[in-house]
């Protein structure tokens, strides 16, 4: 009865089975154009892509609620348009490699690009995050110097990422050995099992012996939250003594002269908090580690 009302209201009205089609290849066609922006060479035309991208796939899905944010658009989208998901899934991904080797590559100096380029970078972040998909976890392992946004899309595949950000710990470089060590803790931690507990003991055991002052700092860090920090005392006394990494200037307490030692500093104050029975200040990654299928 169904079909046939409807076949009834297009012969009433031959025009609008076309203009619906219509509509939809031109919609399509802006996705297209969208995605093939983004695979170029230069930044300047796969920011005009994306943001063509994300404005067409707002548009499509606009209702009462209007949405704007990547994690309300995106899902409601692939919804209505599964016949387009994975293309657009992939154009994404692929768009977050190429931003990833555009601005945090070792050969980009500071102030490179402008505020309007970073604000794309995170949106791209963003999107990708918002994806669940397992194929984006390597571009969100390569953004995850970044911040809050990458980390968080990281966290979201729990078990599924401990594997990836393991090995990062073994990267060249420093801040990246970092990053991945306070990721591989929160992941964890949230096992909360004596295995895992065993495990984070032994990361930052190492950790502490790392060749960088960031992954050193970050495991000093790290311990004051841990519930077991007693057990990291000699070692932290150690550090608070006798690391090595300084730079010109004075530490607030004034115990090394005229030089600032990061590690140092940490160390010292992370030994305070403990002798003072003081509460944790280190604030982990946000976000909830989670199962996702990949």
Not at 175 to 197: C, F, G, M, Q, W
Request: net charge negative.
């Amino acid at each position: 009865m169904r079909m046939r009302r409807v076949a009834w209201i297009l012969w009433l009205f031959p025009g609008a089975a076309v203009n619906c089609q219509q509509a939809t290849h031109l919609a399509n066609s802006h996705v297209s154009n969208a995605l093939e922006r983004m695979q170029s060479a230069d930044l300047q035309t796969r920011e005009t892509g994306f943001d063509e991208l994300m404005r067409e796939l707002s548009s499509e899905v606009q209702n009462q609620t209007n949405p704007h944010e990547p994690s309300e658009v995106l899902p409601r989208f692939f919804k209505q348009h599964p016949d387009q998901t994975d293309q657009v899934k992939v154009g994404l991904i692929q768009l977050l490699g190429k931003e990833n080797e555009t601005f945090v590559g070792k050969s980009v100096p500071p102030g490179t690009y402008s505020e309007e380029d970073m604000e794309h970078y995170a949106q791209v972040i963003e999107a990708v995050s918002a994806l669940n998909d397992g194929r984006a976890l390597p571009a969100l392992i390569g953004a995850m110097t970044t911040g809050g946004i990458a980390t968080r899309g990281i966290l979201r595949f729990g078990d599924t990422a401990l594997g990836p950000m393991l090995e990062q710990l073994k990267n060249p470089d420093g801040p990246v050995r970092a990053r991945a060590l306070e990721i591989v803790v929160t992941i964890l931690k949230a096992a909360n099992d004596d295995v895992s507990r065993t495990r984070i003991k032994d990361l930052l055991r190492s950790s502490l012996k790392d060749t960088d002052a960031s992954v050193r700092t970050e495991a000093v860090m790290i311990i004051e939250c841990r519930d077991e920090r007693q057990e990291f005392v000699p070692v932290l006394q150690d550090l608070a003594k006798n690391d090595a990494e300084r730079f010109p200037g004075k530490s607030d307490d004034g115990v090394d002269g005229d030089w600032y030692y990061p590690v140092r500093v940490q160390a010292r104050r992370v030994l305070r908090n403990i002798q003072n029975n003081s509460g944790c200040k280190h604030s982990p990654p946000s976000g909830t580690v989670q199962k996702l299928a990949v």
